[in-house]
């Protein structure tokens, strides 16, 4: 099946720094990739959809300027926690539509992201 | 708007009995059924889904799924639980206009040896 590799697992960074998350398509095209972000003990929460070539679209609550993605290619999209507070520690996921079928989701390891 | 609905936190089984993970959905049109599990910090893997066609639905590792229209449910099934099932289990669905999937709250399921 379809690979979707994320990039780092973990990471730890002090409170007011910025931390980039990437998420590569590794053997597929993905025009449209999702990020997630999911607490302890929690679902999946969709924070947006980034789109290869033009801007993210965020879902409601979601601060854009905050939370920055590119989708700079049709296999690599990246999320930027800029400013991170310790209220940014979650566990971020990606994913990216089967694109033939357009049905089904394939999921990035997910990145346990710590601010201290 | 699509929802989804796992009304268990946590399911417990003993190893070798059946198992069931309830689901209900609310989507406009034609739904597109997930089940995805999770090992611990771990991204989520999946299990199966209901596209189109029979409505009883087979996966990876023996689970299987039954699409009920009528009772807009997506149970998971297994016929016998074994202890390295135990994870956590999230029913999604995607509607018609909508390539995100939505998800539920996840279900724990716990197997004892």
């Known amino acids: 099946g379809a690979v979707v590799s994320q990039h780092p697992s973990w990471v730890i960074c002090k409170s007011g720094t910025s931390v980039k998350i990437e998420c590569r398509s590794l053997d597929f095209q993905a025009t449209t990739m999702f990020w997630y972000r999911q607490f302890p003990k929690q679902s999946l929460m969709l924070m947006a959809t980034?789109?290869?070539?033009?801007?993210?679209?965020?879902e409601q609550g979601v601060e854009k300027d905050k939370f920055l993605i590119n989708h700079a290619s049709l296999t690599l999209s990246t999320l930027t926690v800029t400013s991170a507070h310790p209220e940014d520690s979650s566990f971020y996921i990606c994913?990216?539509?089967?694109?033939?079928?357009?049905?089904?989701?394939?999921f990035g390891q997910g990145t346990r992201l710590t601010v201290v | 708007a699509q929802s989804v609905a796992q009304p268990e936190d946590q399911v417990n089984v003993a190893e070798g009995n059946p198992l069931t993970v309830k689901c209900t959905y609310s989507?406009?049109?034609?739904?597109?059924l997930f089940w995805y599990v999770q090992y611990p910090n771990r991204g989520l893997q999946f299990l199966l889904k209901?596209?189109?066609?029979?409505?009883l639905v087979k996966g990876s590792y023996g689970f299987e799924a039954e699409f009920n229209k009528s009772q807009t449910s997506f149970h998971l099934k297994k016929p016998s639980a074994l202890v390295s099932d135990s994870a956590l289990y999230f029913c999604a669905v995607r509607g018609t206009g909508r390539r995100a999937l939505t998800f539920g709250s996840g279900t724990r399921l716990q197997v004892q040896p």
């Open positions: 980034s789109n290869e070539g033009s801007k993210a679209t965020y």
């Open positions: 989507v406009s049109g034609n739904p597109y």
């Open positions: 994913s990216a539509p089967d694109r033939i079928m357009n049905t089904e989701a394939f």
């Open positions: 209901y596209i189109t066609g029979d409505n």
